[in-house]
């Protein structure tokens, strides 16, 4: 089982990135996915997730910013993020977890956010 994230990078306050997670070896389609991201010397948090029948959720620091999607042909989950602000700088994690399963959860290895101000 493997989550691939990609997309991350280095923008300004007010910019935009989409992040990618592609997954492979599950059976995507019944799998809830979701991005969290951890900040240096922070928890992990929640980003934002969506079920295997589209649901999406989404924490209240990015509510209206972000917008996370599923693209089932591709096996990948994506994560956009408009007006970026200096504290949304963390790295972001994607996670899958089987919505059959409460023990098959795998995570991606992260993809590094910095935003500037």
């Known amino acids: 089982v493997q989550l691939q994230a990609s997309g991350g990078g280095l923008v300004q306050a007010g910019g935009s990135l989409r992040l990618s997670c592609a997954a492979s070896?599950?059976?995507?389609?019944?799998?809830?996915m979701g991005w969290y991201r951890q900040a240096r010397g922070k928890q992990r948090e929640l980003v934002a997730s969506?079920?295997?029948?589209?649901?999406?959720n989404y924490a209240d620091r990015v509510k209206g910013r972000f917008t996370i999607s599923r693209d089932s042909a591709k096996n990948t989950v994506y994560l956009q993020m408009n007006s970026l602000k200096p504290e949304d700088t963390a790295v972001y994690y994607c996670?899958?977890?089987?919505?059959?399963?409460?023990?098959?959860?795998?995570w991606g290895q992260g993809t590094q956010v910095t935003v500037s101000s």
């Open positions: 996670r899958g977890h089987n919505s059959s399963s409460y023990y098959q959860v795998y």
């Open positions: 070896g599950i059976i995507f389609s019944i799998y809830n």
């Open positions: 969506i079920t295997s029948g589209g649901s999406t």
